[in-house]
């Protein structure tokens, strides 16, 4: 929380510094100002939040310990050229004691094939299948009991999202550093919002490595993930 008002405090600094160095420019150089001012003033914690919360419902989706779901409903579909979650063509719960099913709203042979090639390419070893449940189209996928090679299967898929998010805050604090830059701050007021933005962004980055580390220990028969320097 204090790193949060801290960062907030900066937003202004760097919006009025913008705005008076506005006025010495011509008009064609003003909507250029405007356009870096309305960078500045982003709330990159904010951002970063953004970032952690996607990433929580990322792990959401991958558990093979137990269906959930989570696990299915948010995987992404493409129909026809268009990008879509899953829970979004169906109704998604559990059948005990160890399947999902997604009662389809409008069932077409496009949407069944593009759902089941979403969960089939997923990573996790599933296999659905179209059932007719009481009269509902639907798709049905069942949870195998985790093996060695799944739980491998699920540590490599979490590495792997676990650096696209730290890559997403690696990118935040670049743009941050950016505009302390373009806001031409005095050098011990930059250096000290530039240290300030840092250290959050290495603590955003060691929350998803230890979430990541957390959610296969949990998720996946005790299988840790490996630290990472």
Not at 105 to 114: G, K, L, R, S
Not at 200 to 210: A, R, S
Request: net charge positive.
């Amino acid at each position: 929380p204090h790193t949060h008002r801290a960062l907030h405090t900066t937003q202004p600094m760097l919006s009025s510094k913008k705005k008076k160095s506005a006025r010495t420019v011509d008009s064609a150089s003003v909507d250029t100002q405007h356009n870096v001012e309305a960078d500045s003033n982003v709330q990159w914690d904010t951002k970063m939040d953004e970032v952690v919360e996607s990433f929580r419902g990322t792990l959401g989706t991958y558990d093979v310990a137990r269906p959930s779901p989570e696990t299915v409903q948010n995987m992404t579909v493409n129909v026809n050229g268009v990008k879509s979650a899953i829970g979004s063509f169906g109704q998604v719960f559990v059948r005990p004691p160890n399947s999902v099913v997604v009662a389809l709203f409008d069932p077409t042979p496009a949407v069944e094939t593009a759902i089941c090639a979403a969960i089939s390419s997923s990573g996790m070893d599933l296999n659905p299948r179209i059932e007719n449940l009481h009269g509902t189209q639907s798709v049905v996928v069942q949870f195998p009991r985790p093996t060695r090679q799944a739980r491998d299967a699920m540590i490599k898929l979490l590495r792997s999202k676990g650096d696209e998010y730290k890559t997403q805050i690696r990118v935040i604090r670049k743009s941050w550093n950016t505009a302390i830059r373009r806001a031409k701050l005095p050098e011990d007021t930059a250096r000290g919002v530039s240290t300030l933005c840092n250290c959050f962004g290495v603590c955003v980055w060691q929350h998803l490595h230890v979430r990541t580390h957390t959610h296969v220990c949990v998720h996946t028969g005790g299988e840790p993930l490996p630290e990472k320097d």
